[in-house]
């Protein structure tokens, strides 16, 4: 399995919308609410640029995305990192993070947000990936869990 990631440019809104409904489905489901699921293609395209992304190919094969932006020196916030569910458990999200780790040279902390209940979330963050719990807040109804990872 090569796994490989491509800088997403604003032709690829529309791939991305189908790979973020896909991975957020549930989540839109779950919470009635996901600021992920259902984006708009001027939506997508805005956040390409303000949220600079990369495609996750596996063998060639688009199966997600991870999104980073530096929110000061040396710290960057996860926006989104999110892989179709027929690819997930395969290690592909675990590659996100490494690549994310080596692709921001100056990182020194990364940060992110995921719903709390998200057991799954919580445990890969935690235990595959090696973030802590920093705090808990609310985004919407949701509440959510940020994690910290420091160099």
Known sequence: MKIEFKEAVASDAELLIEIYNSAFYKDFIRYGECPAYGRSLEEMQLSILDFPKFVILCDDEPVGCIS???????????????????????????????????????????????PVDKEENV?????????????????????????????
């Open 68 to 114: 980073c932006k530096a929110v000061e020196n040396g710290v960057y916030e996860i926006g989104c990192l999110c892989v179709r569910p027929d690819y997930q458990g395969k290690g592909i999200g675990t590659s996100a993070v490494a690549f994310a780790k080596s692709h921001y040279k100056d990182w020194k902390k990364l940060t992110l947000i995921t």
């Open 123 to 151: 445990r890969f963050y935690m235990k595959k990936c090696g973030f802590k719990i920093a705090t808990t807040e609310m985004d919407g109804s949701v509440k959510v869990v940020r994690f910290v990872l420091e160099r």
